[in-house]
């Protein structure tokens, strides 16, 4: 439960940065990181109702 609870507290940070590039980047890093911890497949999808900015990872995927 730790490493899940680190991935989600990074990618948290990461929506705090104030270039979208690196947000970017950040956000992808933490999901790619994420499923190497949990030998599994991420998707997630963020969307900053304040600017409008969404951020995907494997969002087209269908999870069980």
């Not at 680190?6 to 270039?19: K, M, R, W």
């Not at 956000?27 to 969404?54: M, N, P």
Request: glycine fraction near 6%; charge should be negative; hydrophobic fraction near 50%.
């Amino acid at each position: 439960m730790a490493p899940v609870f680190s991935v989600l507290f990074s990618i948290l940070l990461a929506t705090q940065a104030q270039a979208a590039g690196a947000t970017e980047n950040l956000i992808i890093a933490a999901a790619q990181q994420a499923e190497i911890e949990l030998d599994a497949r991420v998707g997630l999808a963020i969307h900053d109702t304040g600017s409008g900015t969404r951020w995907q990872y494997n969002a087209d995927e269908r999870f069980p």
